[in-house]
């Protein structure tokens, strides 16, 4: 049944040892839900340019370009893809510090967080916001124009909020590395 239902999917069995083949089918089935080999190739590709054409992947992956278009629709109604942003520089908008602020909250309580999550929204120089283990209980990775700008994010939105206790900042000296594109292997997806 599970041979049947690969080839349902577009699964190419031939040459693929039909016990590998099984295993990998429920590994898809129970974790991914229908993701095949092609559905990890498009999406390795939209990650790294989401304005690919239809016809260009179609060339790179050996398929249609109207089974593209359907694949990527599928994907994204099921919740792979959640949108297409568009990455700017930093640098040439003026944003010429970036830091990231670990924030110790006076207390852990679903109104803290609430409050946290609401200073967030409301700034614009946060970017990005993490809860953590540990010592800190969130940290923000934000961008100023200057270190003018951040010392007052700091000092005048941050400190003063009723429901942080302690913050500490580490400012970037120089950026190695800022991917946004996940690992998309089997053995990160059997996880």
Not at 159 to 167: A, E, Q
Request: net charge negative.
């Amino acid at each position: 049944m599970s041979v049947q239902w690969a080839r349902k999917f577009g699964f190419e069995l031939e040459g693929v040892c039909d016990s590998i083949a099984h295993m990998w089918l429920w590994v898809q089935c129970d974790r991914m839900t229908q993701l095949d080999f092609k559905d990890i190739q498009l999406l390795a590709h939209l990650q790294q340019d989401s304005q690919t054409s239809a016809l260009d992947l179609s060339n790179t992956l050996g398929m249609s370009a109207s089974q593209i278009g359907r694949r990527r629709q599928r994907l994204e109604a099921e919740g792979f893809i959640n949108g297409y942003p568009c990455r700017l520089n930093a640098e040439k908008l003026g944003l010429d510090v970036q830091a990231f602020i670990q924030v110790q909250t006076e207390s852990q309580t679903d109104k803290t967080h609430q409050s946290i999550q609401k200073l967030t929204k409301s700034q614009p120089e946060i970017v990005a916001a993490w809860t953590l283990t540990g010592e800190a209980d969130y940290i923000f990775r934000v961008y100023c124009a200057n270190l003018t700008s951040l010392n007052n994010l700091i000092q005048n939105v941050l400190l003063p909020h009723p429901s942080i206790g302690r913050v500490q900042s580490q400012i970037v000296m120089d950026q190695l590395k800022d991917e946004t594109a996940l690992p998309l292997t089997v053995s990160a997806l059997e996880k």
